[in-house]
């Protein structure tokens, strides 16, 4: 086996996922155990989507877990930059080598154009996908809209018969028909790459020897196979993991569970206990051990041993497992040292102390009033949210809007916070303290606590979008059918 170089590439469009920490844990593994690299490259070709604070967010967590890199942001190696965005002459010059060698086309069919086909496609009920419009293009036409300035975008050319075959290191043998296969927009009418272009370039420019990733990538791997063969490039092994799932046996998701690596941090669930908890996720040691260090996880590593049956991610075994490792793995003195600098980690503090400064008689009053700052799960009931103009209903469809509102935020910041609040109580034609009477209730467990704006910015987003889901699971939940109604309902709000 030549060197073996593996790689994480998240999208810093989002919170840091638990899925990316589990992602880049297997990588990790895989690579050292070979005594290989690892790299992190941050894929940021979404330039609307992608923010600093993402990718500092998801840099961050991977750090407080221990999943340190070889290669990468603040680890420049031999192969950077370790950016999309800092790339663009290295795609630029590879998608002209497509187009010479035809493997490419531009595409300048419009967005209209591109909207009728895929409802007439839907009519249809037929295959969704580019119908090849623009092949027929000669390069003198061509040249005469480019001429024009008129947008357009570069896809690839796909075979018109046939399938595509490869080799899982996990599931072995997989074949997909090329008429499944889309062809795929490699550059955007912006002149970024999509995820796929850039993708395949990056990791063949960085000797990427192994693909490890989630296995919604199997039915885009003939798209990349299929770029490797039009650069005349020897492709990596790849291997697909399976997902992560909630304990419904959903795709685990945000909706249904904490997803953020933040929230578990903020909860204070110790990085150790949850990287060993992410291990578990469909691997187990040789010895059958449930707990383990990531050293001896790498030290055994073996990736044949990954189970294809989707891991549940289940919060209660997560629990009983970080608790032993409080108990087994913590002196007293380091219990101490470690609980002091989760709950009084002094930029919490400063934010905490002018709301409870002005309400207390008392220090003893502080853990009455603030209490809920470093609590878990607060101990509420439908009868909590008890009000004189607001019925149990209406206080889960404020929680709701409030949570789908903070969900969509760019920036959590006092300002945006207070004029979505503001705007969604003139909606409900509710007076503002009778609006947030139920999010006082779903953040603090009282009625009446520190403002409601304050307690969101302190709490994190991770934590009060967590209460809130629990608050409305209080309330009775919502199902799908009043989600449906709801979300239409919220779109013309």
């Given at each position: 086996m030549n060197k073996v170089r593996t790689r994480i590439a998240p999208s810093p469009t989002g919170d840091p996922h638990v899925g990316t920490a589990y992602i880049a844990l297997f990588n990790r593994c895989f690579a050292h155990q070979h005594g290989g690299e690892f790299v992190l490259r941050i894929e940021d070709t979404d330039q609307q989507r992608s923010t600093d604070k993402s990718e500092q967010d998801i840099l961050s967590s991977l750090k407080w877990l221990g999943l340190t890199w070889d290669e990468g942001p603040g680890c420049e190696g031999d192969f950077g930059p370790y950016r999309q965005s800092e790339r663009s002459d290295i795609y630029s010059d590879h998608i002209q080598q497509l187009l010479e060698n035809g493997s490419a086309f531009r595409c300048f069919c419009t967005p209209?154009?591109?909207?009728?086909?895929?409802?007439?496609?839907?009519?249809?009920?037929?295959?969704?996908?580019?119908?090849?419009?623009?092949?027929?293009?000669?390069?003198?036409?061509?040249?005469?809209?480019?001429?024009?300035?008129?947008?357009?975008?570069?896809?690839?050319?796909?075979?018109?018969?046939?399938?595509?075959?490869?080799?899982?290191?996990?599931?072995?043998?997989?074949?997909?028909?090329?008429?499944?296969?889309?062809?795929?927009?490699?550059?955007?009418?912006?002149?970024m790459p999509t995820y796929h272009f850039a993708n395949?370039?990056?990791?063949?420019?960085?000797?990427?020897?192994?693909?490890?990733?989630?296995?919604?990538?199997?039915?885009?791997?003939?798209?990349?196979?299929?770029?490797?063969?039009?650069?005349?490039?020897?492709?990596?092994?790849?291997?697909?993991?399976?997902?992560?799932?909630?304990?419904?046996?959903?795709?685990?998701?945000?909706?249904?569970?904490?997803?953020?690596?933040?929230?578990?941090?903020?909860?204070?669930?110790?990085?150790?206990?949850?990287?060993?908890?992410?291990?578990?996720?469909?691997?187990?040691?040789?010895?059958?051990?449930?707990?383990?260090?990531?050293?001896?996880?790498?030290?055994?590593?073996?990736?044949?041993?990954?189970?294809?049956?989707?891991?549940?991610?289940?919060?209660?075994?997560?629990?009983w497992l970080n608790g032993k490792y409080i108990r087994e793995e913590l002196t007293d003195e380091e219990f101490t040292k470690r609980f002091a600098a989760w709950a009084f980690a002094p930029e919490k503090v400063a934010q905490i102390v002018p709301l409870l400064k002005q309400r207390v008689e008392r220090f003893s009053d502080v853990a009455s009033l603030g209490g809920f700052f470093i609590d878990g799960s607060l101990e509420i009931s439908e009868a909590s949210f008890a009000h004189k103009t607001i019925d149990s209903a209406q206080s889960a469809k404020i929680l709701q809007f409030t949570l789908w509102k903070l969900e969509a935020l760019e920036q959590l910041d006092r300002d945006a916070v207070e004029v979505e609040l503001h705007a969604l109580a003139a909606k409900f034609e509710l007076k503002i303290r009778d609006f947030l009477f139920p999010l006082f209730v779903a953040l603090s467990g009282k009625a009446v606590s520190t403002s409601v704006i304050e307690s969101i910015l302190i709490l994190g987003i991770d934590i009060a979008r967590a209460r809130i889901r629990q608050a409305i699971l209080v309330l009775g939940g919502i199902s799908k059918k009043q989600a449906k109604a709801l979300e239409k309902e919220f779109c013309n709000f």
């Open positions: 209209e154009r591109l909207d009728e086909l895929r409802a007439q496609q839907m009519q249809d009920k037929s295959q969704p996908g580019y119908d090849g419009h623009c092949l027929s293009l000669s390069q003198s036409e061509c040249e005469n809209k480019c001429a024009a300035d008129e947008p357009h975008v570069i896809r690839m050319k796909i075979p018109g018969s046939g399938e595509c075959e490869f080799e899982d290191m996990l599931r072995g043998g997989v074949s997909i028909a090329w008429s499944q296969i889309d062809m795929q927009v490699l550059i955007k009418s912006d002149g395949v370039v990056d990791d063949h420019l960085m000797e990427i020897s192994h693909v490890i990733r989630g296995e919604e990538w199997i039915n885009s791997t003939p798209k990349h196979i299929l770029l490797y063969q039009h650069f005349g490039w020897e492709a990596p092994a790849f291997c697909h993991m399976p997902l992560l799932r909630n304990p419904d046996k959903s795709k685990l998701s945000k909706r249904k569970n904490p997803t953020s690596i933040r929230y578990y941090e903020a909860m204070g669930y110790l990085p150790e206990a949850l990287l060993n908890y992410l291990g578990m996720m469909g691997w187990t040691m040789p010895s059958g051990e449930e707990k383990f260090s990531l050293s001896e996880m790498e030290a055994s590593f073996d990736i044949s041993r990954v189970s294809l049956g989707g891991p549940i991610f289940d919060i209660e075994k997560l629990d």
